[in-house]
């Protein structure tokens, strides 16, 4: 059983998050929280699987809430629910350690679907939010023009250009006819030869060096050669 913690600040939206976890029927919400402050409580009480955090709520918002409880707490996995994609508190939290963003009009299968990847910790993105954070990074950044670093083989340049096209563990063992232990491991070292440290990271690198075009597809004969230059973040 997927143990969550929801907050946010209206009844109603808790009221519905509970409603569609409890109904997938390995969930079970063992906490709700009004305002970041009784979230930072519940963690350090409850220490759920998952944490549904909005981000604006009163008292303390879910930024600094997200901040406390990993400060305290490195392992909780926290997903940041957002009216907005374009918030700028989003790329902050994710700074901050956030696994994963959902705006809230999602289809209610995907938040169902993030909190089963989050308690599995697998980072997720909202395609929206993905795109606005890669672009975000891309933009910030200057580079001569992208080139695929050596070093990684040709299975893990292809897991990882399915990374940053948004795909999942699962999707990506799907399309590759492997298992999503495999993609695991691909991903992992993958990482560790960039040198990045989470899955988002790994997203906006894929782009940076050409793996992933600017309509979110993979590219089928990146250049070759290059630097991945620094992680982003």
Request: charged share 25%; hydrophobic share 50%.
């Amino acid at each position: 059983m997927i143990r969550v913690v929801v907050a946010d600040d209206q009844a109603l939206v808790r009221a519905g998050v509970r409603m569609l976890l409890e109904a997938a029927g390995e969930m079970e919400v063992c906490g709700e929280a009004v305002d970041g402050a009784q979230a930072v409580e519940h963690a350090e009480r409850l220490r759920p699987d998952v944490l549904l955090m909005d981000l604006r709520m009163p008292r303390v918002d879910g930024l600094e809430a997200t901040r406390r409880i990993l400060a305290a707490w490195p392992a909780a996995r926290i997903v940041i629910l957002t009216t907005f994609a374009e918030d700028e508190n989003v790329y902050a939290a994710l700074r901050a350690g956030a696994i994963g963003f959902l705006v809230k009009d999602d289809e209610p299968e995907r938040m169902v679907d993030a909190v089963r990847r989050a308690a599995a910790g697998e980072p997720l993105l909202a395609p929206s939010v993905l795109r606005r954070v890669v672009e975000r990074a891309l933009a910030a950044e200057e580079q001569a023009g992208p080139r695929v670093p050596a070093g990684l083989t040709d299975r893990e340049l292809e897991v990882l250009s399915l990374v940053g096209a948004g795909l999942s563990n699962g999707e990506i063992a799907d399309a590759l006819h492997v298992g999503v232990t495999t993609v695991k491991t691909h991903v992992s070292t993958a990482m560790d030869k960039l040198g990045l440290r989470n899955r988002i990271q790994a997203a906006v690198v894929a782009h940076r060096i050409g793996l992933v075009g600017a309509d979110f597809r993979p590219v089928r004969n990146p250049p070759r050669g290059g630097s991945a230059g620094p992680p982003p973040g």
